[in-house]
């Protein structure tokens, strides 16, 4: 077993990168524990980790996250995530195309913050939180971790020497053999517990980050106090449920002492125009539903919250919940019957209304699903959620031309969304333009960091396709195009055994 995680650790630098980062910081518990001096930004973090070399491990992370089914693949719940990082980020010393975000599909209640400025926020911490303040301020927290440069000056003031040299190490470490026992188990530590637990950021990096995220907070008119109230929140839960204390606090400790200084802090900024997103209390109750094991219990969860209110009058953010948990188990005609007086209340709420047109779709209804979601397009002409749910509805309504027509039209989409690439694909398929679909899938590859799979895919295409003199140089170019990507993302010994193991499967 412990050489069979060490192999699989061969395969993926990624892995063995947050592994090391797990090693570095475990050395130093003792130091971590007590507030020192942090060293001044910029200079030790840059001569440590370069900018270019954090994004490098923040993507090979988020893509083993990827191929790992860990990151919630919704558009909607990441496109609203990414509205929160985007008002938070004007605020920043960062530009907002310096962060992404990613639900994690997790139900523990916490966050971390990757190198190059990849944020997961766990589903179990948006259903967790009762203001939009209150997720704001965590993800404000760890942005402010990814401006600070915290996990390269945190390698510099625990091991005193750059990662790429203790990276080294461990590789040749593992390379040569040693001790498959402590090898895997560093290892393993690594991969299951991607984020800041592992980082164990110093109280210090805590306090800075806090400083930094409450400031961040209040300029963009969310409630300072959002921060702080939460993590008093999972003070009082650690209380109820002794040792066994929620996740955040684990990988970011509260003290008494940071508790009052966030309290403090916050009073300091006057009182804001506090502006809360409609959209903010119905994402909570779609992560609850995108992450739930047991839809049959959820269901009756929303049943018993229904019959329990006290006025009787509806929830909508309820309502809508209940609504996305029948249609994940085939009720599409009562989800419709739900969402549709809520969608005539508020036509200018896209989760409503997106809501509702996935409900008609699955019940067959394709001809109201698509007029609901070309109003849509009017409404969110720049919503990446709208545009696939409509390509979405001309690909399973057999209209695979207008589908193509849709998607090839905007380059923007096609750039950033793996989920367009992969329709293309399958209507190229249907079409039996086995070039174009051989070049869509290596495009969703390519997307989802997935090179050796992308390399391996044309490769058979050009060994096995009959395709003509224009799709073998098209696939060629792109193939070209995938090594030198692959290289760039890994090495190219590291690049050679991921082809080499994919090629297996």
Same mark, same amino acid.
């Given at each position: 077993?412990?050489?069979?995680?060490?192999m699989?650790?061969?395969?993926?630098?990624s892995?063995?990168?947050?592994?090391?980062?797990?090693?570095l910081?475990?050395?130093?518990?003792?130091?971590?524990?007590r507030d020192?001096?942090?060293?001044?930004?910029?200079?030790?973090?840059?001569? %440590?980790?370069? &900018?270019?070399e954090?994004d490098?491990?923040?993507?090979?992370?988020v893509?083993?996250?990827?191929?790992?089914?860990?990151?919630?693949?919704d558009?909607?719940l990441?496109e609203?995530?990414?509205?929160?990082g985007t008002?938070?980020?004007?605020?920043t010393?960062s530009?907002a195309?310096?962060?992404?975000?990613? &639900?994690? +599909?997790?139900?523990?209640?916490?966050?971390?913050?990757?190198?190059?400025?990849?944020?997961?926020?766990?589903?179990g911490?948006?259903?967790?939180t009762?203001?939009?303040?209150?997720?704001?301020?965590?993800?404000?927290?760890?942005?402010a971790?990814?401006?600070q440069r915290?996990i390269?000056?945190?390698?510099?003031?625990?091991?005193?020497?750059g990662?790429?040299t203790a990276?080294?190490?461990?590789?040749?470490?593992?390379?040569g053999?040693g001790d498959p026992?402590?090898i895997?188990?560093a290892?393993?530590a690594?991969v299951?517990?991607?984020g800041?637990?592992?980082?164990?950021?110093?109280?210090?990096?805590?306090?800075?980050?806090?400083?930094i995220?409450?400031?961040?907070?209040?300029a963009?008119?969310?409630n300072p106090?959002?921060?702080?109230?939460?993590?008093?929140?999972?003070?009082?839960?650690s209380?109820?449920?002794g040792?066994?204390?929620?996740?955040?606090?684990?990988?970011h400790?509260?003290?008494?002492?940071?508790?009052?200084?966030?309290?403090?802090?916050?009073?300091?900024?006057p009182?804001?125009?506090?502006?809360?997103?409609?959209?903010?209390?119905?994402?909570?109750?779609?992560?609850?539903?995108?992450?739930s094991?047991?839809?049959?219990?959820?269901v009756?969860?929303?049943?018993?919250?229904?019959a329990?209110?006290?006025?009787?009058?509806?929830?909508?953010?309820? +309502?809508?919940g %209940?609504?996305?948990a029948?249609?994940?188990?085939?009720?599409?005609?009562?989800a419709?019957?739900?969402?549709a007086?809520?969608?005539?209340?508020?036509?200018?709420?896209?989760?409503?209304t997106?809501?509702?047109a996935?409900a008609?779709?699955?019940a067959g209804?394709?001809?109201r699903?698509?007029?609901?979601?070309?109003?849509?397009?009017?409404?969110?002409?720049?919503?990446?959620?709208?545009?696939?749910?409509?390509?979405r509805?001309l690909?399973?309504?057999?209209?695979p031309e207008?589908?193509r027509?849709?998607?090839?039209?905007?380059?923007?989409?096609?750039g950033?969304?793996?989920e367009?690439?992969?329709m293309?694909?399958?209507?190229?398929?249907?079409?039996n333009?086995?070039g174009?679909?051989?070049?869509?899938?290596?495009?969703?590859?390519?997307?989802?960091?997935?090179f050796?799979?992308?390399?391996?895919?044309?490769r058979?295409?050009?060994?096995?396709?009959?395709?003509?003199?224009?799709?073998?140089?098209?696939?060629?170019?792109?193939l070209?195009?995938?090594?030198?990507a692959?290289?760039?993302?890994?090495?190219?010994?590291?690049?050679?055994?991921?082809?080499?193991a994919?090629?297996? %499967?």
């Open positions: 077993m412990a050489r069979t995680l060490v699989t650790a061969r395969r993926s630098i892995r063995l990168l947050i592994g090391l980062l797990a090693c910081t475990a050395v130093s518990t003792v130091a971590s524990a020192y001096q942090l060293p001044s930004i910029g200079q030790p973090a840059d001569a %440590y980790m370069s &900018p270019a954090e490098k491990i923040g993507r090979q992370v893509a083993q996250l990827l191929e790992r089914s860990l990151i919630i693949e558009v909607q990441r609203y995530l990414t509205s929160i008002r938070l980020a004007e605020h010393s530009d195309s310096a962060f992404r975000f990613y &639900p994690i +599909d997790s139900s523990q209640i916490n966050a971390f913050a990757l190198p190059g400025g990849y944020i997961g926020i766990n589903a911490l948006v259903t967790e009762e203001t939009e303040s209150e997720l704001a301020g965590v993800v404000g927290h760890e942005m971790h990814v401006t915290h390269a000056r945190q390698i510099e003031a625990t091991s005193g020497m990662w790429a990276a080294a190490i461990l590789v040749a470490a593992i390379a053999g026992d402590a895997s188990a290892v393993t690594g299951s517990n991607l800041q637990q592992q980082t164990n950021y110093t109280r210090a990096h805590e306090f800075e980050a806090d400083r995220g409450i400031r961040t907070l209040a963009a008119d969310f106090d959002g921060m702080a109230s939460f993590f008093e929140k999972m003070q009082r839960r209380r109820l449920y040792n066994q204390l929620p996740e955040i606090l684990l990988s400790p509260v003290s008494n002492t940071r508790m009052a200084e966030a309290e403090s802090r916050a009073k300091d900024y009182s804001p125009s506090v502006r809360e997103s409609d959209a903010y209390p119905l994402m909570r109750e779609r992560a609850r539903v995108l992450m094991r047991q839809l049959g219990e959820l009756r969860y929303y049943e018993q919250r229904r329990d209110a006290d006025d009787g009058q509806p929830n909508a953010a309820i +309502d809508y %209940y609504a996305l029948l249609s994940r188990i085939g009720r599409n005609a009562e419709a019957q739900i969402l007086p809520y969608v005539e209340q508020n036509p200018d709420s896209k989760a409503f997106l809501a509702l996935d008609y779709s699955q209804d394709t001809g699903a698509r007029d609901m979601l070309q109003t849509a397009r009017r409404q969110f002409p720049r919503s990446p959620a709208v545009k696939l749910d409509y390509a509805l690909v399973d309504g057999n209209d207008a589908a027509a849709f998607l090839m039209q905007d380059r923007d989409l096609l950033q969304s793996s367009a690439q992969q293309l694909a399958q209507v190229a398929g249907r079409q333009n086995l174009e679909a051989y070049y869509r899938q290596a495009k969703y590859y390519e997307l989802r960091g997935a050796a799979p992308a390399i391996n895919q044309l058979t295409a050009l060994q096995t396709a009959e395709l003509n003199a224009f799709d073998k140089a098209r696939l060629r170019a792109l070209d195009q995938m090594v030198r692959c290289h760039s993302a890994w090495s190219e010994r590291e690049c050679r055994e991921q082809v080499t994919d090629a297996r %499967y």
